[in-house]
């Protein structure tokens, strides 16, 4: 089954740029386009494998940072609340970098994957609204 198209509007001066590159190379507009989407989204999956290294790489940095002022922060008797403050603050952060580490990660939609579904199905093929 052929697979419905994909629609979506360039600025005039991307545009522009497009067909001058079309007409150079002597083939259609739609191609040179379809042509670099495919060739940005196939980089996603290296981005995103990235940003989790990086995120990682903080999270171990920060947990390491904490553990080593634990024995520092336990020795500051006298500035016990400034202790709970810098500790408070310190598990804060790595609550964040977690969420974001956990946002980051690409799950398949179960929402998406049935309104694609529902669509496939009809008899009447119409585009999807964005």
Do not use: W
């Not at 052929?2 to 005039?12: G, H, S």
């Not at 977690?98 to 990660?105: N, P, V």
């Amino acid at each position: 089954m052929r697979q419905p198209p994909v629609m979506f509007r360039l600025p005039d001066h991307i545009l522009r740029n497009v067909d001058a590159l079309a007409e150079r190379l002597d083939t259609s507009t739609n191609i040179i386009a379809k042509l670099i989407v495919t060739r940005e989204i196939m980089h996603v999956p290296a981005m995103l494998e990235e940003q989790d290294r990086q995120m990682a790489n903080m999270h171990q940095f920060l947990r390491e940072l904490a553990f080593r002022n634990e024995a520092v922060l336990a020795q500051e008797v006298g500035h016990a609340e400034g202790t709970k403050l810098i500790a408070q603050k310190l598990d804060e952060v790595l609550g964040a970098i977690d969420a974001i580490r956990d946002a980051a990660c690409v799950r398949p939609s179960s929402y998406i994957v049935e309104l694609i579904r529902k669509h496939d199905e009809r008899g009447l093929q119409k585009s999807l609204k964005v």
